[in-house]
């Protein structure tokens, strides 16, 4: 079993930054991969960004060049920083680890992003 923590949501001015975290427990965390989703209001969820156990990183189109996936695994942590952020990033993030047989889901944390 794994479990996924999601942290750093929060309200910004539109061109601002945050970072999000996503710890998950166990020992087995350098071998996970990791991806990023949002849900929007009334929109369907999306995966935003990735990183493989390996260090092999993948992003939406509409989040290239603004947001950076990365991993420390002696911290048990997946981090996503956003840039420039803009009104149509505002959603609910959520963190998904992968084992491979099984996935794990965080709650999720509210990004809110004014105009």
């Known amino acids: 079993q794994v479990q996924v923590v999601e942290s750093g949501g929060g309200s910004v001015e539109a061109g601002g930054s945050l970072r999000l975290s996503c710890s998950a427990s166990g020992s087995i965390f350098g071998h996970l991969n990791i991806d990023w989703y949002r849900q929007g209001p009334g929109q369907q969820r999306e995966r935003v960004a990735g990183i493989t156990d390996g260090g092999t990183t993948r992003y939406a189109d509409s989040v290239k060049g603004r947001f950076t996936i990365s991993r420390d695994n002696a911290k048990n942590t997946v981090y996503l920083q956003k840039n420039n952020l803009q009104p149509e990033d505002a959603a609910n993030y959520y963190c998904?680890?992968?084992?491979?047989?099984?996935?794990?889901w965080g709650q999720g944390t509210q990004v809110s992003v004014s105009s």
């Open positions: 998904r680890a992968n084992t491979g047989p099984q996935l794990f």
